[in-house]
């Protein structure tokens, strides 16, 4: 298993922009956020993976009411940093509170594959 995106085979490398576009477009169709993050950590599995975080106008009004200093240019890395922290559930719990909206994922994968 890669920990670097360097240490991917070639075929993947030349998947990686095309995937992470369709993934950002089915973010932004699905749920229209006012921004849309996407990084890469490892720190935890240590392994090539994705968060792919959108920043909707909820999450927003909750961040800036603890950092609205913060009102005139959001600060993504601490914004997703919050975030993992304010929002933390278990997977179950995440899994629970999801299923509808990745169904529409899938949906939107299957239909531009």
Not at 3 to 12: A, F, G, T, V
Not at 30 to 55: M, Q
Not at 66 to 84: K, M, T, V
Request: net charge negative; proline share 6%; with cysteine.
């Amino acid at each position: 298993m890669a920990k670097r995106i360097s240490e991917l085979p070639p075929q993947y490398l030349v998947a990686l922009g095309p995937i992470l576009s369709l993934a950002e477009s089915a973010v932004d169709t699905i749920i229209s956020p006012e921004s849309i993050y996407i990084s890469r950590f490892g720190e935890e599995d240590h392994s090539v993976h994705f968060h792919i975080y959108p920043r909707t106008s909820g999450v927003t009004r909750e961040y800036l009411k603890i950092y609205p200093e913060q009102e005139e240019l959001i600060h993504g890395p601490a914004l997703f940093d919050w975030a993992r922290s304010y929002y933390r559930c278990t997977k179950q719990e995440a899994l629970n509170s999801t299923s509808g909206v990745i169904g529409r994922f899938r949906e939107y994968m299957d239909t531009r594959r």
